[in-house]
Nanobody, 118 residues
Framework: QVQFVESGGALVQPGGSLRLSCAAS????????IGWFRRAPGKEREAVSC????????TYANSVKGRFTISRGNDKKTVYLQMNSLNPEDTAVYYC???????????WGQGTQVTVSS
């Protein structure tokens, strides 16, 4: 069974850091584009960061550029989102997704909650 499972969400104070993980089950991530998305309460889902199939190209939303970093694990089954300098506007459910290319995501995780609050 093909699955993508996120973890690492938590309650964190403004200015803090978190690292989200997404583990693939039933497939490996070689040749897949990976995306991290988030949905804040009352808002549309937005793309946070994506990494290309080769892993050579990363893109970031302007709101997270310079604070978030996407990366692939050496095990070819995990992808990470390092989030630094978190602020309350980063509060959302974060999802990862994989697919054959940007915007072609076919496997989605169930989401992990990130809450930034003092």
């Amino acid at each position: 069974q093909v699955q993508f499972v996120e973890s690492g969400g938590a309650l964190v104070q403004p200015g803090g850091s978190l690292r989200l993980s997404c583990a693939a089950s039933g497939f490996i991530l070689d040749g897949y584009a990976i995306g991290w998305f988030r949905r804040a309460p009352g808002k549309e889902r937005e793309a946070v960061s994506c990494i290309s199939t080769s892993g050579e190209t990363e893109t970031y939303a302007n709101s997270v550029k310079g604070r978030f970093t996407i990366s692939r694990g050496n095990d070819k089954k995990t992808v990470y989102l390092q989030m630094n300098s978190l602020n309350p506007e980063d509060t959302a459910v974060y999802y990862c997704a994989a697919g054959p290319g940007y915007g072609q995501y076919t496997v989605w995780g169930q989401g992990t909650q990130v809450t930034v609050s003092s």
